[in-house]
């Protein structure tokens, strides 16, 4: 069954206005990568902060308190989205990370430190959902599968940013300036958005706490957030283990083995990126779930053999990371489960929620898994997950009863495999 194979038409309410320009989608995508770079920017100079502040047992929240409050305070954050309007809440959002950045390279203690990540992941929580919410908002049909495919690699991008550019500034003293050089470019970034982005206009009905009641009835934003959860849960684990994995299996330097991390986010921000022209050629979204599944349990249990030369396994670990990314690559499914145009924002906002959960989860396991030096738990949890992706795209898609069938503004009909 193709995904435009239910028939009929979406809800007069989900009906797309006036079409976003690429400036703006491309703008929007810059801004949610940058949101999310609040927290990967720490990664690199974590260290140097632990050491200065004495840190201890307390480095690893350096890291991980804005993912944390994203994954508690998403669907909140959407409902007010919905009420307040997506273009306010992602100007808000950016100049409270620009705030947070600043007051993280000024604190003199680390408790201020921790203080300040807390405001830098408030104002992440508010981009993370004002931008997808705006990106499906202005955009329909084709165009629309592209941007929300573009849109799904915000994560891996976020964290290939910082391996690359605030790398060199580990050890040398120079922390603050990731904090600051991240400020200087959001701030030039919100400046834009000011101007650039639409506002919510017309189009954008107040919504009530009955909107938000419908999304949470609805099992399809669980299942989707299940599904992006899953495999953020094993994508996760692995970025987070692969440095040592490698290091240990082959006898490279931490530095080599962690290149191959990064050059593994290269290749899931291009399978992220494949999706959209796949959708557009009406290729059924579970097909595509299938492929990446079928790639993210090859390489994720080849990474856990002994190959005798290090290159089969940066080969086998971007086949990992390259049907990873088909899988997030599915965020150009989000229409689809949302109740209409005017509950985005909490849809939105639930899906990333559920999402994070796995960002939170995955690296713990995952070091855990390979405690005992074996891949055997590691990899039945990709499996699992794999599995679990499959079933909830399948009742996403396969079992939902809206039309993927969109009126185009001008009143004729654009197939579309959303």
Not at 45 to 60: K, L
Request: hydrophobic share 50%; glycine share 14%.
């Amino acid at each position: 069954m193709g995904p435009n194979s239910h028939g009929g038409r979406m809800p007069d309410a989900d009906k797309a206005g006036e079409q976003g320009s690429w400036a703006s989608i491309l703008l929007i995508y810059v801004i949610g990568v940058l949101g999310a770079t609040t927290i990967s920017q720490a990664i690199p100079v974590v260290g140097d902060i632990a050491r200065v502040f004495h840190a201890g047992r307390q480095a690893g929240w350096i890291i991980s308190t804005p993912s944390a409050l994203v994954a508690i305070g998403a669907l909140l954050t959407g409902w007010i989205v919905d009420r307040v309007g997506d273009k306010r809440v992602l100007i808000l959002g950016s100049a409270i990370v620009v705030c947070g950045d600043v007051g993280v390279a000024l604190a003199g203690s680390i408790q201020s430190l921790l203080a300040m990540r807390v405001v830098e992941g408030i104002g992440y929580l508010c981009i993370a959902v004002a931008a997808i919410t705006m990106m499906t908002r202005i955009t329909h049909g084709a165009r629309r599968n592209i941007a929300l495919t573009l849109w799904s690699s915000f994560i891996p991008m976020s964290f290939a940013i910082p391996l690359l550019l605030a790398y060199q500034l580990a050890g040398t003293g120079q922390w603050r300036w990731a904090f600051y050089g991240h400020a200087i470019a959001l701030g030039a970034c919100l400046l834009l958005a000011i101007v650039q982005l639409p506002g919510s206009g017309a189009d954008r009905v107040a919504s009530r706490s009955a909107g938000l009641a419908a999304v949470l009835r609805r099992p399809g934003p669980y299942l989707l957030g299940l599904a992006f959860a899953c495999a953020a849960f094993v994508q996760t684990g692995i970025v987070s283990t692969i440095p040592h994995l490698l290091s240990g299996k082959y006898g490279v330097s931490i530095g080599a083995a962690s290149s191959v991390g990064t050059l593994g986010m290269v290749f899931n921000a291009a399978g992220c990126l494949v999706v959209g022209p796949l959708l557009n050629r009406r290729i059924n979204p579970l097909a595509v779930a299938a492929a990446g599944v079928f790639c993210t349990i090859t390489g994720g249990l080849a990474l856990g053999v002994s190959f005798s030369q290090f290159s089969s396994a940066v080969i086998v670990s971007c086949v990992f990371f390259f049907g990873a990314g088909l899988i997030v690559g599915l965020w150009a499914l989000l229409p689809l489960v949302a109740p209409n145009r005017q509950s985005l924002g909490a849809t939105s906002g639930l899906v990333t929620q559920v999402t994070l959960w796995g960002v939170l989860f995955g690296p713990p396991t995952a070091f855990a898994a390979q405690a005992g030096g074996q891949w055997v738990r590691e990899g039945t949890n990709i499996v699992i997950a794999g599995l679990a992706i499959l079933l909830c795209i399948w009742l996403v898609v396969g079992r939902s009863g809206r039309s993927t069938t969109v009126e185009s503004p001008a009143g004729g009909q654009v197939r579309s495999a959303q």
